[in-house]
């Protein structure tokens, strides 16, 4: 796994627990994870706020800025770390609260190593997960993946048509020749194919279109341009113009994007 680039942050305003963690932490990770440390919750959410953090290792009740408040800081946060709270046996109540915010876990003072190194582990598993998840969500077309030929209002004509689509994509398709081979008016199969598939034929095959860019961008190394005419765009300013409205970036930066996200769990 390539992880030289991932960050632990741990904060905490007791000096002996923060750099206990600390060495800890660093003899364990040998060199696979930055870990810092902060002593006050303001100086942590400045951090958070400008630079990726993978994993918050946060004490609950800190002076000024808590680690609830700095859990709540978060919120809205579109790539969030995953967040292990610490606590004394007495301020349980706050555990519970930060649990409920998201956190994954917690520790209880006096910090146990073993429990330490496990919990760390564990969160970091969790990690890479939520990565994972946060790819495929930038790769699946959800609208693409609610049509299923195999629902059983979906009648045959249709089911027709995708599957014709599916084999013709990198053609010059018109609504008018899908209709025409499956025997259909052009407008009465307009009118079927958004009452069962939930969708225009035209922003069905736009979707789709992409959909296969998208896959073809991560896994080849072919010009944007012939990516664009594989899948049935005859220009590549044509393509990269579609491209962009679906995606609100070109597809270059969406290859490089992916690779370097890849590049970050792998």
Do not use: C
Request: no cysteine; net charge negative.
């Amino acid at each position: 796994m390539n992880l030289g680039n991932r960050t632990i942050l741990v904060v905490d305003d007791e000096p002996r627990t923060r750099q206990g963690i600390r060495q800890t932490l660093e003899v364990w990770a040998a060199g696979r994870y930055a870990v810092e440390t902060a002593d006050n919750g303001i100086d942590a959410r400045e951090r958070l706020l400008h630079g990726r953090v993978h994993l918050l290792i946060t004490d609950v009740r800190m002076p000024e800025v808590s680690g609830l408040d700095l859990i709540r800081s978060l919120e809205g946060q579109v790539r969030k770390p995953v967040i292990i709270v610490i606590s004394g046996y007495a301020e349980f109540e706050y555990v519970q609260q930060a649990l409920r915010l998201g956190a994954f876990n917690y520790l209880l003072k006096p910090l146990d190593k073993g429990e330490l190194l496990k919990v760390v582990e564990d969160a970091l598993k969790q990690e890479v997960e939520q990565q994972r998840r946060e790819k495929l969500e930038k790769l699946v077309d959800h609208k693409l993946m609610e049509i299923d030929p195999d629902t059983a209002d979906m009648g045959e004509p249709v089911k027709e048509a995708l599957a014709y689509v599916e084999q013709h994509l990198h053609e010059q398709l018109t609504m008018a020749e899908v209709a025409g081979r499956i025997h259909l008016n052009a407008s009465y199969f307009s009118v079927v194919f958004k009452e069962q598939t939930g969708v225009p034929f035209s922003e069905y095959l736009s979707r789709l279109r992409i959909q296969r860019a998208k896959e073809l961008l991560l896994q080849t190394r072919l010009p944007v341009g012939e990516i664009g005419e594989r899948v049935g765009y005859r220009t590549d300013k044509y393509f990269i113009k579609v491209f962009k409205s679906q995606e609100n970036m070109s597809p270059s930066r969406y290859r490089q994007q992916m690779k370097d996200e890849r590049s970050e769990i792998q």
